[in-house]
């Protein structure tokens, strides 16, 4: 135990020095990879890891974190934060026990994500009495672990000294301060009373809930997991025959019109077209997740009924049509009012629900499939592949291109805080003004102008230190500096 809250202390400490004040970029990398290293020895160690399959989630957890170290995106940074957070949970519960159904897998979700803070109180206790107990001969591994602690923190001291003492010596780290974009960042620069007590109070918040949790997966957590294991969640026969007639009923109708207007542009009367195309789409992309959970539920309450099976294949069939029906709405929209992340992201889903229909259609044909794995994998690797795919370099180009053909753009969506897009819109500036025209048609709500944005850009991007870094900001630096005396 010694050992473990040491190195959690160290992690703690590490995440403070990664993060606190800092975007997102190279840290997350950095942090993750010995999070993971501890979370693999604590319970290996413990023999706690009962499926190794669910290590495989080791995988998407260190390529979301790569995405940070590639890309600059703020609109992701959130989503990728909390889908690494359910990254973690899902290799916690995995590395227990295989999964067959979907309210197995939710609860003990739910129990790692909130049950672990009652264990809290039990992890102080432990280290404590872990503490508390008659000294015995220091392991070698503490003994070293021990060392780097106390080595480490006077090490650095030594160095600011000396800097500070010696103008040669510490010539040597100012020279590669000022020679990258990325600094160094200062020990004791501007230090205020307030920045250590937050940055003391995430770091026990950070050391509290991670004990906890590994103190509940190392205690109770498998013995709650098997008590729900025997629950079984089924619907009346006759009301899922109903549920499934009615709906089909109701889709062929709904499909039959959909083909009739969208495709053929029959039937619309006085309504007009454009507007009719360009709405719905987010409706149909939840009615057709709805309609697989529907499917679902169906085939769990009552596996071997040929009548709904049948209804369910006609469903899904029905689905797809739905799932096309939006993405052309989608894409019609998109094409009159431009590209936004949050319409890339209905792309997606929309995708990734036609997927999801192919073990759906398995899974009735042959209930043996183990359809829960199958969606964890499907909507793991499409999270993964979207977050790892140069989104807002896309948006940003093809709004672009789009500007080319009509004369629109919405640059104001475009100058964001992300530096995929910088290269874009500096040629897009320097294209304007190539040809005569004149920057003020694409001045802001606030009255700053492009230039000033990416003249304010290149400011930050200079005061980024190296735990911030990425390719993307790396790139956008690049550019800006070669035009740097244009933009004063």
Not at 141 to 147: A, E
Not at 241 to 265: A, C, E, P
Not at 334 to 354: C, D, K, N, P
Request: charged fraction near 20%; include cysteine.
């Amino acid at each position: 135990m010694n050992s473990s809250v040491l190195y959690l202390v160290l992690l703690c400490i590490y995440n403070s020095i990664l993060f606190f004040g800092r975007t997102l970029g190279l840290n997350v990398l950095l942090f993750n990879i010995p999070v993971l290293i501890f979370i693999y020895h604590v319970l290996n160690k413990n023999k706690k890891i009962f499926n190794k399959k669910g290590l495989l989630f080791i995988i998407p957890i260190v390529l979301l974190s790569l995405s940070f170290v590639i890309y600059d995106n703020e609109d992701f940074e959130y989503l990728n934060v909390i889908a690494i957070t359910g990254m973690f949970i899902l290799m916690y519960v995995y590395s227990f026990k295989n999964y067959t159904k979907f309210s197995n897998l939710f609860i003990d979700c739910l129990r790692v994500g909130f049950k672990s803070l009652n264990y809290v109180g039990d992890f102080i206790y432990s280290i404590e009495d872990s503490f508390g107990k008659t000294p015995k001969k220091p392991k070698k591994d503490n003994q070293k672990l021990k060392s780097f602690i106390i080595v480490i923190p006077i090490v650095i001291v030594v160095l600011v000294l000396l800097s500070s003492a010696d103008m040669l010596f510490g010539s040597i780290f100012k020279t590669i301060y000022d020679n990258t974009i990325y600094k160094i960042p200062s020990l004791f620069e501007n230090i205020k009373i307030w920045d250590i007590v937050a940055r003391v109070f995430f770091m026990v918040l950070l050391f509290i809930y991670m004990g906890g949790t590994l103190k509940y997966l190392l205690s109770d957590y498998k013995e709650d997991s098997d008590s729900d294991e025997g629950k079984k969640y089924k619907l009346d026969k006759f009301t899922l025959k109903l549920l499934l007639t009615t709906l089909n009923v109701v889709y062929i109708i709904f499909d039959f019109i959909q083909i009739r207007s969208l495709m053929f542009h029959h039937g619309l009367g006085t309504i007009n077209y454009a507007q009719y195309a360009r709405t719905g789409f987010f409706q149909l992309m939840f009615i057709s997740f709805i309609n697989i959970v529907i499917l679902l539920i169906s085939k769990m309450s009552d596996k071997d009924n040929k009548y709904n099976n049948i209804m369910s294949i006609v469903m899904i069939f029905l689905t797809l049509i739905i799932i096309i029906s939006s993405f052309y709405r989608m894409h019609l929209y998109e094409a009159a009012y431009g590209y936004t992340i949050l319409r890339l992201l209905v792309f997606v889903s929309l995708i990734t629900e036609t997927i999801m229909l192919v073990p759906t259609f398995m899974y009735v044909i042959n209930s043996k499939i183990n359809i829960l794995n199958a969606y964890v994998i499907i909507v793991a690797t499409m999270y993964t592949l979207l977050a790892l795919f140069p989104s807002n370099y896309f948006i940003a180009s093809n709004n672009i291109k789009r500007f080319h053909k009509t004369g629109k753009i919405d640059i104001y969506y475009l100058m964001n805080n992300s530096s995929d897009n910088i290269p874009l819109l500096f040629d897009l500036y320097t294209e304007l003004k190539d040809k005569g025209l004149t920057i003020e048609d694409y001045e802001l709500q606030n009255g700053t102008h492009l230039i000033f944005y990416l003249y304010d850009y290149l400011k930050s991007l200079e005061n980024r230190t190296i735990f911030e870094y990425s390719i993307s900001s790396d790139i956008a630096h690049e550019k800006l500096k070669m035009y740097k005396k244009e933009l004063h």
